[in-house]
């Protein structure tokens, strides 16, 4: 059984809920043991977080501290490395350059699960920096899978929401306007939604028409993998 080292996302309660998923879900496969699991809290300030989530800004602030984690989580013991958040897979590249142990990505797995379930359309709701830097677009360009966006205004609205999300706040209006912008992708002829910001699952979103998928279940069932290797 391999320990996995977990960088921790910008809100803690999706990183406490991947380490549960990931605790019940090994047990599950084997009871025999408990899972290896080591979790680096980023000490992000909150400003960089704030200006990260709401306005999109300011991401490369994050870098450096994501370097020291993974540097800490290797030094630990850490076989592979995870980061239960999308947004933070700008960087997945810089950390691969710094460890010597492998790093998985969200994205590579989402795009697995997709490919393998035959899904050809995509809608996408996740960050500013998410969208702006093409961390799917990209992805799913190489793997043909076409996709949906939200528009700008839209976007924003989700910025906010996402923002009061990572800060503990989850409300009703919240889910609405979440499932309004799932809404329209009805009228795009995706196959599915993925919410391709961890911290979304938190509103539990329900659609009667489209079939919604957590990029974070996606990736916790992958680490599970990973894990019993």
Known sequence: MKTVGII???GPETTSGFYLDLIFSCQKKDKNNRPSIIISSV?????IEEEAIEKGIGF????????????????????FIVMPCNSLHIFIKDIRKVVNIPVLSIIEETVRFLKENKFSKVGIVSTSATIKNKLYEEAFGK??????????FQQAKLGKLIYNLVMGMQSNKDREELI???NDFEEKDVDCVILACTDLQLLIPKHPNLKIFDTMKIF??????????
């Open 8 to 10: 921790g996302g910008l």
């Open 43 to 47: 000490p992000l300030p909150y400003q």
């Open 60 to 79: 490369e602030r994050i870098l450096p501290f994501l370097i020291e984690e993974a540097k800490k989580l290797e030094k630990s013991g850490a076989d």
């Open 143 to 152: 793997n043909q899978i076409k996709y949906e966006t939200p528009d700008d």
């Open 180 to 182: 309004k912008i799932i």
């Open 220 to 229: 916790s069932e992958a680490t599970v993998r990973e894990i019993l290797k």
